[in-house]
């Protein structure tokens, strides 16, 4: 029996409410009570400004965020050939992970999980599975030695599937810290530095909780992997103690060295390897393939008068600040992809397991 194992940073899977004049919970036809008619009593506001709320979920009370990528994004899954588990980043909510299985995965998806982490953005991780979860651990509340912050702003997320033949997967579930620095920020070193320096504290202490979950002996014979976008690339430092020090396979590294990517910073024309599916040794022993990127919901900038799309190239780094690789990237991608419209800037990574 096979198996396939996924990782996909979703790009803002979020749903967009549609507001009524309703109390909390109250059915979409029912008039609030006059208790509940509650006006503002702030002088200074307008005098017969009302409050609004969300009223009780029923299907049609909430639109997909980018409904045109959510089907691109369906494709990029697999298009009627989904993997059997999908560890996602950029999830708003349960309810968006639901809706977007139910709306545009056909309902191929058994089992849901994601639980709320601390990223103000509201983007968590979550998963998508047709093998039963059977225990969950949630790293949302981990603090830092000094107690002043919050280890893992979007949760490592720990998850045990169910297996054929009494045995288990666990599947650790990771975003770590952006390079994004903001707008206008005066000092970019220094927030870059900083952002670095966040990255490299999640790294370590998620290298920390695996070793514990699976010390000694149990490290090379259990069937565990950590999958997620670490938003650097595999030779830079603040990913080390997963990529390079952890005893762990990038999967990655079995493709030919330009193919090597899975994320396109469109601003630079930058391609490289964020996303990763890292396997216990193990379960490296049981993927005996390669792993297949699926890049064609990838965006483009533009096309030529030809209609060919461009850039023609772009730049494959293995390391921050290093000197990049020309690598080709005008292939064909799905045929609702523009310049506008893409599934995500990242794609999705599958590996196939033989159980």
């Given at each position: 029996?096979?198996?396939?194992?996924?990782?996909?940073?979703?790009?803002?899977?979020?749903?967009?409410?549609?507001?009524?004049?309703?109390?909390?919970?109250?059915?979409?036809?029912?008039?609030?009570?006059?208790?509940?008619?509650?006006?503002?009593?702030?002088?200074?506001?307008?005098?017969?400004?009302?409050?609004?709320?969300?009223?009780?979920?029923?299907?049609?009370?909430?639109?997909v965020f980018n409904e045109d990528q959510r089907r691109i994004e369906a494709k990029v899954?697999?298009?009627?050939?989904?993997?059997?588990i999908v560890c996602l980043q950029e999830v708003e909510s349960m309810l968006a992970l639901?809706?977007?299985?139910?709306?545009?995965?056909?309902?191929?998806?058994?089992?849901?999980?994601?639980?709320?982490?601390?990223?103000?953005?509201?983007?968590?991780?979550?998963?998508?599975?047709?093998?039963?979860?059977?225990?969950?651990?949630?790293?949302?509340?981990?603090?830092?030695?000094?107690?002043?912050?919050?280890?893992?702003?979007?949760?490592?997320?720990?998850?045990?599937?169910?297996?054929?033949?009494?045995?288990?997967?666990?599947?650790?579930?990771?975003?770590?810290?952006?390079?994004?620095?903001?707008?206008?920020?005066?000092?970019?070193?220094?927030?870059?530095?900083?952002?670095?320096?966040?990255?490299?504290?999640?790294?370590?202490?998620?290298?920390?909780?695996?070793?514990?979950?699976?010390?000694?002996?149990?490290?090379?014979?259990?069937?565990?992997?950590?999958?997620?976008?670490?938003?650097?690339?595999?030779?830079?430092?603040?990913?080390?103690?997963?990529?390079?020090?952890?005893?762990?396979?990038?999967?990655?590294?079995?493709?030919?060295?330009?193919?090597?990517?899975?994320?396109?910073?469109?601003?630079?024309?930058?391609?490289?390897?964020?996303?990763?599916?890292?396997?216990?040794?193990?379960?490296?022993?049981?993927?005996?393939?390669?792993?297949?990127?699926?890049?064609?919901?990838?965006?483009?900038?533009?096309?030529?008068?030809?209609?060919?799309?461009?850039?023609?190239?772009?730049?494959?780094?293995?390391?921050?600040?290093?000197?990049?690789?020309?690598?080709?990237?005008?292939?064909?991608?799905?045929?609702?992809?523009?310049?506008?419209t893409a599934a995500s800037d990242h794609a999705p990574v599958r590996i196939r397991l033989?159980?």
């Amino acid at each position: 029996m096979n198996i396939t194992l996924a990782t996909f940073n979703a790009n803002n899977l979020f749903l967009r409410y549609r507001f009524m004049d309703k109390y909390p919970g109250s059915p979409p036809s029912k008039k609030p009570p006059a208790e509940l008619d509650t006006r503002v009593v702030d002088p200074k506001a307008a005098d017969d400004a009302r409050f609004k709320f969300l009223p009780m979920y029923q299907r049609g009370m909430f639109r997909v965020f980018n409904e045109d990528q959510r089907r691109i994004e369906a494709k990029v899954l697999g298009d009627g050939d989904p993997p059997d588990i999908v560890c996602l980043q950029e999830v708003e909510s349960m309810l968006a992970l639901r809706e977007f299985n139910e709306r545009y995965l056909g309902k191929h998806y058994d089992h849901a999980l994601v639980i709320d982490g601390r990223d103000l953005r509201q983007i968590d991780v979550g998963l998508l599975s047709t093998r039963k979860i059977l225990d969950v651990r949630t790293h949302v509340d981990d603090r830092t030695s000094d107690k002043k912050d919050y280890v893992f702003r979007r949760d490592l997320l720990e998850v045990v599937l169910d297996l054929p033949g009494q045995r288990t997967l666990t599947v650790f579930i990771a975003h770590l810290k952006s390079k994004f620095t903001g707008i206008n920020i005066k000092d970019k070193a220094a927030e870059t530095a900083k952002s670095d320096a966040t990255r490299l504290r999640e790294a370590r202490a998620a290298a920390k909780i695996i070793r514990s979950r699976f010390p000694g002996a149990k490290f090379k014979s259990e069937l565990f992997a950590l999958c997620g976008d670490f938003n650097d690339e595999p030779e830079s430092d603040p990913v080390g103690p997963l990529v390079r020090d952890l005893g762990l396979e990038n999967v990655i590294d079995r493709l030919p060295a330009e193919e090597r990517w899975t994320h396109w910073w469109k601003g630079r024309n930058q391609v490289g390897q964020l996303d990763y599916i890292l396997l216990s040794p193990a379960l490296a022993k049981l993927a005996k393939w390669p792993p297949s990127i699926e890049r064609r919901g990838i965006g483009f900038k533009s096309t030529s008068v030809g209609g060919m799309m461009l850039p023609k190239q772009t730049n494959l780094v293995r390391r921050a600040n290093t000197e990049p690789t020309k690598v080709a990237f005008d292939f064909l991608r799905f045929p609702t992809v523009t310049a506008s419209t893409a599934a995500s800037d990242h794609a999705p990574v599958r590996i196939r397991l033989a159980l």
